[in-house]
Nanobody, 123 residues
């Protein structure tokens, strides 16, 4: 089995910063694409940022210039640093990863999600 665990959410004042972390565990052979998504109350889940195993990065327009994404392939971890936070950034943030893992003598691949971490931007 593969598990993704997020940490780092909380209450932040407008203009503040936070850092979210995601750790993947299990019988992981490799992780291709990793990403952060968020879902605000009453809205659809949306991509915030993604990073490939080779370091190719994409950001949503809404966070471009305010966010940094990084990963450690050796540790199967990923981080998202967000600055100049706005009330519109309030959402549950989810870690996502496309993982290849071993089960028996075979490799399998699948998309996995963390349980989510709440980020609230408010004064």
């Amino acid at each position: 089995q593969v598990q993704l665990v997020e940490s780092g959410g909380g209450l932040v004042q407008p203009g503040g910063s936070l850092r979210l972390s995601c750790a993947a565990s299990g019988s992981i052979s490799s992780i291709n694409r990793m990403g952060w998504y968020r879902q605000a109350l009453g809205k659809q889940r949306e991509l915030v940022a993604s990073i490939s195993s080779g370091g190719n990065i994409n950001f949503a327009d809404s966070v471009e210039g305010r966010a940094t994404i990084s990963r450690d392939n050796a540790k199967n971890t990923m981080s998202l640093q967000m600055n100049s936070l706005k009330p519109d950034d309030t959402a549950v943030y989810y870690c996502n990863a496309h993982v290849t893992y071993k089960f028996g003598d075979r490799d399998y691949s699948g998309d996995y999600w963390g349980q989510g971490t709440q980020v609230t931007v408010s004064s």
